[in-house]
């Protein structure tokens, strides 16, 4: 009886295991229509009594201003073109500062935080840690660097209910996500480790001082030629 109830539970697993890769698949292609987090935001907002109005527009890869693309790239991930979804020596580093004590450091890569929003909850274990590797290696496999970069800046959080670059921009600057300024998207890109907290239309000296280093960054990575570059690196990998 053990046996067969083992058979069965690998059974499970093995066609979970297929359909998340097909979702993975299929999503290469089909804008995800919502996210895991959005599912969580709005259960949150039912167990706490508050409601909460999601607003999401998606806007495709060729009407993402190129100066958000880059802003979120040097505020997040700066090795984006080159890793195959997760950057081991910003691991390694996270690993090494936790270890001394304070608060805990992050080191997901533009590719994990897509797994983690899209498919998976908030939090931290083992499990989900597990999970956000499987996804993550599947979307950096299936998916080409331009599509991970184009459904992160469609999901990502932009404040509470806000998501994606279009609502960002309307929420916070009142235009839309292709006409942003490079100052509007390196203030976006400066409040994501807290966006729910810090707000990217009325920055506080933190978020400014960080807008301006992210502005920097951008124009040390080279600007839109690494946008250039990035394509590159996924045509020698395909």
Request: glycine share 6%; proline share 5%.
């Amino acid at each position: 009886m053990f046996r067969a109830l083992l058979r069965r539970l690998s059974k499970l697993l093995l066609w979970l295991a297929a359909l998340s890769v097909l979702l993975v698949l299929v999503l290469r292609w089909v804008p995800p229509p919502f996210t895991a987090l959005m599912v969580e935001r709005k259960l949150e907002s039912w167990s706490s009594g508050e409601s909460i109005d999601l607003q999401r527009t998606w806007r495709p890869w060729k009407e993402l201003p190129d100066n958000l693309k880059m802003s979120v790239i040097a505020a997040e991930d700066q090795k984006f073109a080159d890793h195959w979804g997760f950057d081991i020596a910003a691991i390694r580093a996270a690993f090494a500062h936790n270890e001394r004590g304070g608060s805990l450091r992050g080191a997901s890569t533009l590719s994990q935080q897509v797994a983690k929003n899209l498919f998976l909850w908030s939090g931290r274990s083992w499990v989900r840690k597990g999970l956000e590797v499987w996804f993550t290696g599947w979307i950096e496999l299936l998916w080409p660097k331009q599509r991970i970069l184009e459904v992160y800046l469609n999901s990502v959080e932009w404040g509470s209910g806000i998501f994606g670059a279009e609502a960002a921009a309307r929420h916070h600057f009142n235009v839309g996500a292709p006409y942003l300024s490079a100052a509007q998207a390196s203030q976006l890109a400066a409040v994501l480790p807290n966006p729910r907290e810090w707000n990217a239309g009325r920055p506080g000296p933190h978020v400014r001082r960080r807008a301006a280093w992210i502005r920097q960054q951008v124009r040390q990575l080279g600007g839109s030629h690494y946008l250039n570059s990035m394509r590159e690196s996924t045509a020698r990998r395909n």
